[in-house]
């Protein structure tokens, strides 16, 4: 069972709408859990990072965790055409860092 | 600037012949660490270092070493390249290893 699993997409949303990802994680052992974004050919950026349950809130991305469920969402609302990128959901456990794969966000004009 | 450097950016390399990539931060963090990135894998942790000399194992060690000699400095040594260990590799850096991560560019590794 992978560490951390997310729906690779691509997902599709037109501009102005919300775009939800979803990532669930297996061990409950788990602390902190991020949302980094990472354009084509650049290195990952850090978005968010949460680490009690429920919502956090930041301009317009919002960072939920449910650590009963192992599930860790982000929304981005009023999505943008520079949104689009691939959105790596991580977990980090002790001193390790395990990511998903990512799902790729595409923002339609 | 603030920022943590790769070098180099790209390498074509034949399998057995060492080599070394090299990461450099300048904003005094003490926790520095080493990714692959491989399609369908995402990003894995190889290495890990919480200060100079302490370093760790991540989720796929096998094959590479580091050291941390000095705070700013965590260059990254495939003894014996193989074509498995084509791939794109990340430094990051952070002040304690507990929040934000910096990445570097990326090197881009092509072993033949």
């Known amino acids: 069972q992978k560490e951390v699993e997310q729906n690779s997409g691509p997902l599709s949303v037109p501009e102005g709408a919300i775009a939800s990802l979803n990532c669930t994680y297996s061990d409950r052992g788990s602390q902190s859990f991020f949302w980094y974004r990472q354009y084509s050919g650049k290195s990952p950026e850090l978005i968010m990072f949460?680490?009690?349950?429920g919502d956090k809130e930041d301009g317009r991305f919002t960072a939920q965790l449910n650590k009963a469920s192992q599930y860790v969402s982000l929304l981005i609302r009023d999505s943008q055409p520079s949104d689009s990128a691939t959105y790596l959901c991580?977990?980090?456990?002790?001193?390790?860092?395990?990511f998903g794969t990512g799902t790729r966000l595409t923002v339609i004009p | 600037e603030a920022q943590v450097t790769q070098n180099p950016r790209y390498l074509i390399t034949v399998t057995g012949k060492k080599l070394t990539v090299t990461c450099s931060q300048n904003?005094?963090?003490?926790?520095m660490s080493w990714y692959r990135q491989d399609p369908g894998l995402g990003l894995r942790q190889i290495y890990y270092s919480m200060n100079v000399e302490v370093t760790d194992k991540g989720d796929v060690p096998e094959g590479y070493k580091v050291s941390r000699k000095e705070k700013r400095n965590f260059p990254l040594i495939l003894e014996s390249p193989s074509p498995n260990q084509t791939s794109l590799y990340f430094c990051a850096s952070s002040f304690d290893g507990g929040n934000e991560q910096f990445f570097g560019p990326g090197t881009r590794l092509t072993v033949l």
């Open positions: 949460i680490y009690s349950n």
């Open positions: 904003m005094n963090h003490e926790y």
């Open positions: 991580a977990v980090k456990r002790a001193n390790n860092l395990f």
